[in-house]
């Protein structure tokens, strides 16, 4: 469980993997085109993530309130929650990118968009470097919606990365 006092004092989601909904670590490994993630741990009148999936693997919420539930054995890792997330609470990770390196699909809402082949500094949630990563594409899922940067890095940052510095 989420502690929501220390979130709240913070800003930053805390503990490895804290708030996340996390799939089968077995099948997630598995699952070409990666699965999604959400770190979306407080009770706000939001869903864009619910209605923007085409599976339905983002459950029905009962409740506006309600925080997302995924099913991820229909997760296509197709980033349009991504890009509806108005939080930027929602990526994707593809851990079948290569031996040891997962694509991480990311929200990117600065300017210049980083171009493709750029070296990155991948950040944790509290902003500090954890390793190098490239950037491999960059999408507009939806339009004039947040762009999705895709960066390859190392797969034992997966439970860390959350966003990224392009190195000038
Ligand atoms: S990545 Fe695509 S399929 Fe997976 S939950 Fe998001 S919108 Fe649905
Ligand atoms: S759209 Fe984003 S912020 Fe809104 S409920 Fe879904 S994950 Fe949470």
């Known amino acids: ?10 800003g930053v989601l805390t503990g490895e993997r804290e708030g996340a909904v996390l799939p089968d670590r ?11 993630i ?6 706000i009148p939001c869903n864009p993530c619910h209605t923007s999936c085409p599976t ?4 029905p919420f009962a ?21 509806s997330c108005p939080g930027l609470a929602c990526f994707v990770i593809d ?6 390196r997962a694509l991480f699909k990311l929200p990117y809402e600065l300017l210049p968009l980083p171009e493709k082949g750029s070296k990155v500094q991948c950040l944790n949630r509290t902003g500090e470097f954890i390793a190098f990563g490239t950037v491999e594409n960059v999408t507009q ?15 034992e940052i997966a439970g860390e990365f959350r966003t990224f ?3 000038e």
Do not use: Y
């Open 165 to 167: 510095r392009v190195v």
């Open 38 to 43: 959400i770190e979306c741990p407080q009770r």
């Open 56 to 59: 339905g693997a983002i459950r």
């Open 95 to 100: 851990m079948t990118f290569s031996e040891d």
């Open 1 to 10: 469980m989420v502690n929501i006092d220390e979130l709240f004092n913070s």
């Open 63 to 83: 409740d506006i309130n309600d925080t997302p539930v995924v099913d991820p054995t229909l997760c296509t890792g197709c980033t349009l929650c991504v890009a």
């Open 26 to 36: 077995e099948f997630w490994n598995s699952k070409k085109n990666g699965l999604v």
């Open 141 to 155: 899922p939806k339009k004039d919606r947040t762009f999705v940067v895709h960066v390859s890095a190392p797969k």
